[in-house]
C-alpha cells in the first residue's frame, strides 16, 4: 500500500543521475546525492537497502550516512591529511622535548630549565589533544578531561625530578606545589606546605604563598588558625632575622618580606570583621618600633616582646588614646614609682545620648541586621578598654570580642630597622585608616587582589566637569577600616565618625616629636588630603552636612598649615587651595595659590613643587572658566591659565590678579622657549643621573628622587602649549617625554640593573618613583586629549592610541582604564576595545584589566538595555541587537576568577554574585557564592552581600559566619530582643 502511495506521488525523492562529465568536480562543494550502486540496482529491478535510518528503502547510500552523521571518502581523506599534518608537529614537538630532556641531563642544576620544561608541557597538550573538529570535541570531552589530568601528573612527575636534582631551590618546590593544588586533596596539600615552611622558614616568598593557602583552605578555615599562622610566621622569621635560628640565614631584604606579610595579617583581620584585633596589632607594632626603651634595643625580638607584655597588659593608654605616652616614658616612670593618676576630666562628653540601634521595626528581619550590624562595625572598631576613673573592668565590657589580649598580637610583633620601613610601616596604618598616602612609599598594596574590594576603584574620573583635575586623588579600591557593607552599600559618614577622628588627631600629636621632619611632612600631606576626601564626599550629599564637614577641614587644615615645618611647605598649600575652590570659594582659593607661589622664590621651572602647584591652579582655571586653543578669549584678552603659566616661565611672583593682566605676545614666545629649555635640561640631568652607578648615600637617592619630579613641569608646558599653540603642540610634548621616560625605565629594570641593585631599598623607590611618573604623565595626556574633545573636535585615534600605548606598559593603571572604558564606550562598535582587553589580558596577570573589561561590557549591556526599553522591542532589536552580552560577561568573570590572582580577589567574586542576580539567575548566584566561598572564605562582605541578596537564608549565613569565626557584632538572638523591644 505503502509503494503505490509513493507511486502515485510525484518524484520528488527521486534522485537524478549526475552526468560523469569533467563538470562532477565543481560539485564537491555540495553534498554529492548520486548512488551509482544503489541505480544499478535500481535498472536490475532490486530495491535499495532498508535500515533504521532508512526503513522505507527511500534515501541513497549518502543520505543515509548523512543522517548517521557520517560522510564519504572525500572527507575522510581530508581527515587523514589533517591527522597526518598533526602527526608531523607532534614529531617536532617530540623532538623538542628530547632537547629539553638531553640539556637537563647536562644541566640538572638550571632551575629555569626546569621551569620552562614544565610549562612547555601545555603547548605540547595544545598540540597533541587539540585540533579535533567541533562535533568530535563534544565526543571527546570525557577524554580530553583525562588527558588535561595526564599532562598535570607528567608535569608533576618533570617537578618532582627537578626537586630531588635541586632540594634546596624553593622556587622549584613552589612550582611543583602549585601543581599539586589541582591533582591532591587539600588535607594532603596542606601536609605538604607545613613540612616546606618547616624546611625553609627563612622564605618570605613561601611563607607569603603558604599563608595564602591557609587563608582559602576552606573546609578547615578559621579566623583563629589563619591568625595564629601569621603570628608563627612573623616569630619565624624575626628569628632568622636575629640570627637566633642558626640553621638558615637571613636573606635579603627580610625586613622588607615582614612588614609585607605583617600589613596583609591586618588587612584579614579587618576585612574578616575583627577590626579591633587589626588596630591593635598596628598599635602595638607602632609602640615597639617608635617609643622602644633604649635598654632593650640590643635583644633579640623575642626578648623585647617579653619586656613588652607587662606594658600592655598595664592598662597604659596606647598609641591614638587620649594621654598616652608610649612604650619607653612608662618604662622610665616605672623605675620611678608609676604614674600618678591623672583626674579624668574630658571624659565627660563621652556620655552622650546612646541613639536607637533600630530605628524603623517594620522593616524586614534582614534589613534590620545589615543595619545594625554595618553600624556597629562604623562605630566599634576601636578596641575597648576599661575606664579605671570610673572604676571599670575586664567584665563590664558587653561585647567581650572587643577587647584584644596580648596573646593575639604578642607572636606578630616585629622589629623594622630601617627609616624607610618605619616610614611605610606608619603610611599602610594611615591607608588602612582610610587616609589617602603616597603609593610609592606605601608599596601600593591596593592594587594587589586580596584587597580589592571597594566599586570606587571603577568609577574614578567618571565627572566630566573635572576632566584635567579628577585623578588628583585615585581610588585603591579598598575599604577604610569601619566600612565593612555590602558592595553597593553606602558609608554611614564620609569619614571615621567622632572616636576616629579624636584618635586620628590624638596618634598625630603623640607621632609628632619622634620622627624626622621628612617623615612629619609626608604625613602631614596625608592628613592634608584625608581632609580634601572627606569634603568631595560630601559633595553630592545635603548641603547642611557639606557646611558642617567643610568648617571641620577648613579648621584642621589651617591648623596643619601652622606647624613650623609645614609653612614653606607648596604641597600642602596647593592641597589647601584645592579644598577651597572645591567649596566654590575661587577667589579665597587664588589668593592662597598666589601666597604659596610667593614662597616658591624665584626658582620658577627649576622647583617641581611650584610647577605641580601652578599647573593645578591652571588646570582648574581651564576647567571653570572659557579657557580654550587658540590663546585668546571670546573678548580678545589672553585666558587666565596662559597668564599663569608665563608668569611662571618668567620667574615671577604671581598674584590672584595675575590672571587678568595682559600678556604680550613677545613674554609668550619667551616663556615657550624657557619651558623647552627646562625640559631638555631636566630629561638630560634625571637620564644621566640614573644611568650612572648608584651611590648608595641617601641624600643622592633623595636628590635624585627630586629629579624624577617630571609630571608638574611636563604638565605646564604642555598646558601652556594647548592654550597658545594648539592640542598637536600640546600632545607631540606628552608623546616625546613618555618616550624617554618610559626609555629610561625600562632600562633601569633590565637585568643589569636590577640584579645588581635587586636588594638595594633606594635604587628600588627610585624605580618605583619613576613608574609612577610615568604612570601620571600618561594620565595627565590622556585627561588633556579627552578634555579637548569635550570641548572642540579631535580625532579619536589619537587618544585611543596614547591610551593602549600607555596601558601596554601600566596595565595596572585605574586612572587610565577608568578613562579608556568612558572614550570606548560613547561608541557602540566594541570589536576594537574586546580585542585590546583580549591581548592586555593574556600577557598580565594584573586584576585591574580584567575588571574594567568586564565593567565596559556592563555599560555596554545597559545601553543596549536602555535603547529597547526607550522605544519598541521589534525596532529595538533590528538595529541594536543583544549580541549575546550577557554570555560574554559572564564568560569574562569566569575568566578572571580562573586567573591566578582573580581568584582571590574579594570585588571580582562579588560583582559577579550581583551580576547573576540582576540577570534573575537567583540559583546561580547561590552557587557562585558557595563556590566564592572556596576561595574567598575570610571576607565578611561577602556574607553581608549574600545576606542582602538571598534574605530567606540569614539564619545559615550568620551561622556559617560564627562557625568559621568571623565577627558577628549581633547575634541573631539579640536582633530577636531588639525587635521585641
Known sequence: MCRELLKSQPPLLTIPRVCESSDVTNSNRFLPLEDVEGEKKGETGGSAQTSSVNPLGVYDSTTALWLQGKGKQEQTDEHDKHNLETGQEAVLL??????????????PEDTQLWLKFIRYQDELSATVFGGEDEQQAKELQESRKSSYKAVLEKKLSIAERAVASNPSCVTLQREKLRICQELWEPSALAKEWKKLVFLHPNSGPLWREYLLFTQSYFSNFSVSKVNSAYGKCLSMLSAVRDGSMVSHPAQPGIEEDMLDIFTKQCHFLRQSGHSEKALSLFQAVIDFTFFKPDSVRQLSTKQQVEFFEPFWDSGEARVGEWDARGWKAWMVQQERGGWVQPCAEEEEEEEEEEEEEV?????????????????????????????????????????PERQVLFDDI??????????????????????????????????NLGHRGLLLEDLSLLTQGSDSRRALTSHNLPSLGVNSVGHMTTLQGTRKWAGLGKHGEKFVNTMFNMLQPVLSSQQRAVLSLSRMQYEKLKVFRCMHGNKKRLRSQSKISKRIAKSLLKEPENRSSLAMWREFAHLEWMLGNLEEARKVFSTATALGGGKGLANPSLCELCLLWAQLEVEDGASGPGGVLKDGSAPPAVCLLTRLAEGNALSPSSSSQPVSPVAVLKARRSYEQALTAALSAFDEDLCSPQDNQKSHVAVQEEKLRLRGLLGCYALFQYLTMGIKAAN?????????????????TSDKHTRADAHHSGSNLLVSRLASECEMVAVQQASLLKYHMSVGVFPLATLRD?????????????PLWSVYVQVENRYHSAGRARRFFHAVTRDSSCVVPRLF????????????????????????????????????????FENAIGSEKGVHCPLLWRMYIHYLVSEGKLDKAKGLFYKALQNIPWVKGLYMDAVQ????????????????ELRVRLPLEELDILLED
Request: charge should be negative; hydrophobic fraction near 35%; include cysteine.
Open 410 to 443: 604578642g607572636p606578630s610583633l616585629i622589629c623594622l630597622s630601617s627609616p624607610e620601613l618605619q616610614l611605610r610601616l606608619l603610611l599602610n596604618f594611615l591607608s588602612f585608616l582610610g587616609l589617602p598616602v603616597d603609593t610609592v612609599l606605601s608599596a
Open 802 to 814: 596614547t591610551l593602549t600605548s600607555a596601558l601596554l606598559s601600566w596595565p595596572s593603571s585605574a
Open 949 to 964: 541578596l538571598f534574605p530567606e537564608h540569614l539564619q545559615e549565613f550568620v551561622d556559617l559566619m560564627t562557625e568559621k
Open 94 to 107: 617530540t623532538g623538542q622535548t628530547e632537547e629539553f630532556n638531553r640539556k637537563l641531563r647536562e644541566q
Open 853 to 892: 573589561a568586564i565593567v565596559a561590557e556592563q555599560q555596554r549591556k545597559q545601553l543596549v538595555d536602555a535603547a529597547q526599553r526607550s522605544c519598541d522591542k521589534s525596532t529595538a532589536l533590528s538595529f541594536l541587537p543583544e549580541n549575546g552580552l550577557s554570555n560574554r560577561i559572564r564568560g569574562l
Open 732 to 748: 607631540a610634548i606628552y608623546s616625546q617625554a613618555r618616550e624617554r621616560m618610559d626609555k629610561l625605565h625600562s632600562a633601569l
Open 359 to 399: 530605628k524603623d521595626r517594620s522593616q524586614p528581619r534582614w534589613t534590620v541586621w545589615l543595619d545594625v550590624e554595618s553600624s556597629r562595625e562604623a562605630a566599634h572598631w576601636l578596641p575597648w578598654r576599661p575606664d579605671k576613673a570610673k572604676g571599670q573592668s575586664e567584665d563590664d565590657c558587653e561585647d
